[in-house]
């Protein structure tokens, strides 16, 4: 980043009279190295274009799985607010229980606990469910991505087959197949 600042610091040149000048050396300026970095990159990128369909499949996938987990993250806040609620009214209770703590102190206790319980229950169940549903997609998108270039693979080796297999090479193969068989059978009687 200091190049960056002082190559466009260096292009314009304030001398102490007060004047106005243009920094013409081309290494001070990076005008070579960036010219170098743009064509490596041109040059590169042109590969790249291949890939394009399994990056887009990935990004979308990729998209699908985000949007569970926000999904899932928005059960999970639903919890805590309803986990939140619980406690308030864990509060009440307590509130309660101090004016009718001769009445029955241990029948409002076992009450806190089973709000608590609950409320905890249903957090983890939750959890779980947020867990179960990221693995999954997770493991869909990668037998997606499997099954994408192992199909890719396929169709490369057959243009490669079909380029290189020209009617010469198909006759050998098949008088050499045919030599196999006769010393299969020579050898069976």
Not at 2 to 23: C, H, M, Q, R
Not at 48 to 61: G, K
Not at 155 to 183: C, F, V, W
């Amino acid at each position: 980043m200091k190049n960056v600042t002082d190559s466009s610091i260096s292009l314009v040149y304030w001398p102490s009279a007060g004047g106005f000048e243009l920094n013409t050396n081309i290494f001070e300026t990076n005008i070579i190295n960036l010219s170098v970095v743009l064509g490596v990159l041109i040059y590169f990128g042109k590969g790249v274009y291949n890939l394009l369909s399994l990056s887009n499949l990935l990004d979308n996938r990729k998209q699908k799985i985000l949007s569970t987990i926000r999904n899932s993250e928005e059960l999970c806040k639903g919890a805590a607010n309803q986990l939140e609620q619980a406690r308030a009214r864990l509060r009440e209770v307590e509130k309660r229980a101090g004016e009718i703590r001769l009445n029955g102190y241990s029948q409002i206790e076992q009450e806190k606990e089973d709000f608590i319980k609950a409320a905890s229950a249903n957090l983890e169940q939750l959890e779980e469910s947020k867990n179960e549903t990221v693995h999954f997609e997770q493991q869909r998108a990668i037998e997606q991505v499997r099954q994408q270039v192992s199909h890719q693979a396929v169709q490369r080796a057959l243009g490669t087959l079909n380029i290189r297999l020209n009617s010469e090479l198909h006759l050998r193969t098949i008088d050499h197949n045919i030599g196999l068989l006769r010393a299969m059978k020579n050898i069976t009687d």
